[in-house]
């Protein structure tokens, strides 16, 4: 629904935003109930591949590669799946998380590398590159979530040869719509594409990049705890994610920056990453591991906002995420949850003794610096580098955000109103 009433008021370069990113009204609801997600939604003649491919509705795999075709389809009010969302506010609005699309299309990645190759195929590195989630699902009304469904539908984008080693010269594109219940279309709400690759090369090549983001982790690290000024701040698990709230609302199974150091000046940032919250036994964890191990990038660009009550950044799509087997976020929330989790302090900062560098960084953080798209004067973006005990292990590679301001975003995604109680009325 274009709101054509309130943009006339609205002129230029946000007029054409808001054009771009108008989307349905968003609503406040009271706290997710549980019993809502006991909706039959897994028919027994379809294969569920996870809690975010639910329904495996159709699959068409031939020779030539190109003809193939999968459709995946899943309810928001899934029991596994609906946590994932409803813990998930941007601007006091519950919408789907880029987390989402990019577990999804993960998964049918290596279902159909899979597929070709057979069940028990190593997995190559699967790179999501060229991601856009222009128009996310919101929910609007919590008693109406059954009715939210998401589609995915998978072809094969570019020719490749007959054999099924050739899957790996593949162009493999996902679309994302939102659907009724019965499977009718109503709108698109994004896109990514995928292509397996080796992911020795992608380690190989971070290999040589490692000493300097290294360095640079522990820059920041010295001068917050050796400066007396706040250009190089650091702040806790609670502190960052209030910082984070100017926009981003995480329930707790989101706030997985244990710690995090940023430079207010140059955009530059380093966090933890611990899974306090967060066990693999019970959880569906995908989408949340993924954020967690990108959206520093979020927190830096909103935290140095110098103007935090009329502008917001608005992530604005991904160039590619590449994330290496090694990237293990199962083995670090086992190992936290096996402990009582501790808020690390300032004295947890790097140490610099006679072992290799990269042994004083165990555990899994990441670093980034965001700078200003030469292209784009209201963009930001930065390569987001993952890290796990030491070693580049994953890249988010052009991760974007767009300055929106507050008065566009509040149009397209409405904050919640405010209850006024019968007391605060009889004062007036």
Known sequence: ????????????????????????????????????????????????????????????????????????????????????????????????????????????????????NGPDAELPGIKIYDTEIHKPLIVK?????????????????????????????????????SITPLGVRLQECGYCYIKFEPYEAWLSEWSHYTPFILDRIANLHRRACTENNMDVQLVQRAAAYKLFESFVQYNSKYQNMCEVVFNTKNNEATSIIDLPHLDPNTDFTGPYYLDASCHV???????????KDKNAFVSHGVAAMKLSPKFQPDRVAKLTNATTPTTPAISRAPSFSAEPANMAFRGIRNYVQMRQDPT????????????????????????RFKKIPRRVLNVFLPPPKRKVSFSQNAKR
């Not at 003649?45 to 193939?68: G, H, I, T, W, Y």
């Not at 990038?297 to 103007?307: C, Q």
């Open 141 to 177: 009304d919590i008693e109406k979530v059954g009715d939210l469904w998401i589609e995915m539908e998978t072809t094969i984008e570019h020719l490749a040869q007959s054999t099924s080693a050739e899957i790996m010269h593949a162009t493999i594109k996902c679309v994302f719509h």
């Open 376 to 399: 784009e004067k209201s963009v930001i973006k930065g390569d987001v580098f993952v890290l796990q005990d030491g070693e580049i292990v994953g890249v988010w590679e052009g991760v």
């Open 297 to 307: 990038s979020g927190f830096v660009a909103n935290a140095v906002e110098p103007d």
């Open 1 to 116: 629904m274009q709101h054509r009433g309130r943009i006339a008021s609205i002129s230029g370069e946000d007029s054409r935003t808001l054009l771009q990113m108008s989307t349905s009204q968003a609503e406040t609801f009271p706290p997710f109930d549980d019993s809502l997600a006991d909706i039959a939604i897994d028919p027994a003649n379809m294969k569920r591949l996870s809690p975010s491919c639910q329904q495996l509705v159709s699959e068409k795999f031939d020779d030539a590669l190109s003809k193939s075709k999968i459709i995946i389809r899943s309810a928001l009010a899934d029991r596994e799946l609906a946590p994932i969302v409803m813990n998930h506010k941007c601007n006091g609005c519950v919408l789907t998380p880029a987390g989402l699309n990019l577990d999804m299309a993960h998964t049918v990645a290596k279902y159909i590398y899979h597929h070709h």
